[in-house]
């Protein structure tokens, strides 16, 4: 059954018009055998910026991931920073001892906006307040990053 479920998978997001990755293993892995697809959304993680095919169906959405927005992959840091879609995430750097801060690239924002200030907000708030940046703290070449603090965006 599961290889059945899984052909549906891959031949949904073959004709919905997604590209890139497909689900995680993980997330296949732990599909019932009763899981039906839905539809295939693009969902990205906030903190790496991949975005990702993920299959809906009987079960909830992955928490925490957001709707992937293309208008802010590739971009630099001022488009990312103009643009009301997307913040900025940057690595933090304290090797030199003092705060160092890295374009690392844009991410999509979360969709329900708040306003106030940005410290002291967790990764999931961070991504949905509008003028909010992510300071993410690790190896981005051979990861993980970890969300550091959340603080406001320059621009």
């Given at each position: ?16 018009g ?15 055998d009763?899981?039906v ?8 993680d ?17 928490v ?29 750097d304290?090797?030199?001892g ?5 374009f690392l690239?844009?991410?999509s ?9 940005c ?12 003028g ?17 603090r ?6």
């Amino acid at each position: 059954m599961r290889a059945i479920v899984m052909s549906i998978v891959v031949s949904m997001a073959m004709t919905s018009g997604c590209s890139g990755e497909d689900a995680p293993a993980s997330a296949v892995d732990a599909m019932p055998d009763t899981y039906v697809c839905r539809q295939v959304v693009r969902l990205e993680d906030p903190i790496s910026g991949g975005c990702y095919n993920y299959c809906t169906g009987n079960s909830s959405e992955p928490v925490g991931l957001l709707q992937c927005n293309p208008d802010c992959h590739d971009v630099t840091e001022a488009v990312c920073l103009g643009h009301g879609g997307c913040h900025p995430a940057y690595l933090l750097d304290t090797s030199s001892g003092s705060e160092v801060r890295h374009f690392l690239g844009c991410r999509s924002n979360g969709t329900e906006y708040g306003s106030g200030p940005c410290d002291g907000l967790d990764s999931y708030s961070c991504v949905h307040r509008r003028g909010c940046a992510m300071l993410l703290t690790g190896n981005p070449t051979y990861g993980p990053l970890m969300f550091a603090r959340c603080v406001m965006a320059a621009g």
